[in-house]
Structures are given as C-alpha cells and as structure tokens.
C-alpha cells in the first residue's frame, strides 16, 4: 500500500513551458486535492476532485488546470508556467463524506517546482 | 470566511520538555473538524492529531495533546517530553464538517534543543 505518491520529485522549467504533475492514490479515495505550499503561507488548495471526471476550484486555480480520468489519479496541469508558480507542490486525498471518515487527509510526499 | 492563525513563527523547546503551539481560527459553524498536521524536512504532510468540534474532551495521541477551547476559537497543541524527531513545521487546519476543504494555517516551526 504506497498511499499517495507523486511524480516527479523536482523540476525545474522555464517561463512559458508546460508541464503535468502526477498525483496516484492506492487508497480508493474518492476526494483528491492539490495544494501548493509558498513559505509563510501555509498551504493553499489549488483544485480537487471529489470523484472520478469532477473538479472543481480551489483558492487559487488561476494558471493550472486539472484533470480526474480515473478514479486513483489526479494531474495538476500548468500550460505555460510562469516565476510566480514556483512552489512545493502536494496532492491528498481523503474518504467521501458519506463513508464518514472524509475528514483526515493523506498527503503526497510533494514536488518541488522551479520557474526560471 | 473561514480563517487560521498561528501566531508563533517559531518555537523552541528543550529535548524532553514541553511545549505548547497556539492556533486560533475563526468561523460561523457549530460543527466542524480540527487538525494538526506536522511537516518535518522530508515535506511529507503527516497528520498529529484531530478534534470533532462537537466533542468537548480534548483529543491525545501518545505525547500530543491538545486543549480546544471552542467559545474562544482556541486550538492549541502540546507536546511532551519533546524528541528530537519533534523538530518540524506545525500546521493546524480547520475543516467544515459538510465541505471537503481545508484551511491551513501558515505554520509554525519547531526546533527541538539537544
């Protein structure tokens, strides 16, 4: 049982490219979620899911899209990165609410993202 | 809006004493969940502890405990006999019990003092 993994690990693009981070859970969550963490900040939720082809915005969607094909994967999608996207990056899921356990979420090991 | 503030930036506390990390939040609800999730240097998110805001005895784990005041808006974490493994950010969280998202707040980092 891996949880939540992500891919890659670190990644380093310059302005304007594109890129896709990889969120997996082995957990059968049905609610997913990506954050990104920006120091002093704490973490902001950028978009989740709550299940498979749903999504919806968070606090700060604005530069990224995101996809939910399948229920144990989420991608973060930024199009043309920008210096202001430079961040850590987590993903987590947790139960639905009606399985009365959707209040503990598990978190990625995150992935850090250097815009030049 | 749902808000959490964590006053304290930093924190330090001697190996094997015991600190107290503060945090307060703001919201409108009666029922609702509270976290505190550690994030050591590997950057994992790891969830501590948490508290239904409808149960009035304070939640604990092994060392952590913490002391939820729920008229004031007070949710405060206290470790005992602090390890070395202790050193962290701390980042309490607020969580509506009918919505799926949560509130962070900016942290506050530990350093444990051999």
Known sequence: NAGVTQTPKFRVLKTGQSMTLLCAQDMNHEYMYWYRQDPGMGLRLIHYSVGEGTTAKGEVPDGYNVSRLKKQNFLLGLESAAPSQTSVYFCASSYSISEGRQETQYFGPGTRLLVL | ?114
């Open chain 2, 1 to 114: 809006a749902q808000t959490v503030t964590q006053s304290q930036p930093e924190m330090s506390v001697q190996e094997a004493e015991t600190v107290t990390l503060s945090c307060t939040y703001d919201t409108s609800e009666s029922d609702y969940y509270l976290f505190w999730y550690k994030q050591p240097p590997s950057r994992q998110m790891i969830l501590v502890i948490r508290q239904e805001a409808y149960k009035q005895q304070n939640a604990t784990e092994n060392r952590f405990s913490v002391n939820f005041q729920k008229a004031a808006k007070s949710f405060s974490l206290k470790i005992s006999d602090s390890q070395l493994g202790d050193a962290a950010m701390y980042f309490c969280a607020y969580r509506r019990t009918s919505y799926d998202k949560v509130i962070f707040g900016p942290g506050t980092s530990l350093s444990v003092i051999p």
